[in-house]
């Protein structure tokens, strides 16, 4: 799809997670959170994990910003539900991009918000666990 706005191109993939994101709200009593965001183009993303035996079992988000950020956000836990936190830990931003079958350059940006979003859940977790 294209995005006359910006002038970008959009895959499937993309247009799918922007209109019907996976695992959306929050988790209570979550394990761990994490949210970031970029202030050049507003975009906030916060992840909640819930860990069972160093595995994720859920994992949910909350983005404020454009249909790639909700995209990435989305792609981003269906990639690491039911990884350990070490698997999801080695979640690239390329690897986000390359499961929504690529984004424009201009949004690359987006599926860096998403690694760190998971990173920052996943740092949130270890502090409150430091045996493991």
């Known amino acids: 799809m294209y ?3 910006n ?3 959009y895959s499937e993939k993309v247009m799918d997670h922007f209109a019907n994101p996976r695992n959306v709200g929050e988790i209570e ?3 761990g959170v994490g949210t970031v965001g970029n202030a050049k183009c507003g975009d906030i993303m916060k992840m909640y994990i ?3 035996n160093g595995i994720i079992v859920d ?3 909350k983005t404020f910003g454009c249909g790639a ?3 990435t956000s989305s792609m981003a836990t ?3 539900k039911g990884k350990t936190l070490e698997e999801a830990w080695n979640l690239t931003n390329k ?3 390359d499961a929504l079958d690529g984004l424009p350059p201009v949004k690359m940006h987006c599926s860096l918000l998403a690694e760190e979003a998971i990173h920052a859940a996943i740092d949130d977790y270890r502090k409150a666990h430091p045996e493991e």
């Open 3 to 5: 995005d006359e706005k």
């Open 7 to 9: 002038g970008t191109m």
């Open 29 to 31: 009593n979550a394990d």
């Open 50 to 52: 819930k860990v069972e």
């Open 59 to 61: 994992v949910k988000f």
């Open 69 to 71: 950020a909700i995209a």
């Open 78 to 80: 269906e990639l690491v």
């Open 95 to 97: 690897a986000v991009a």
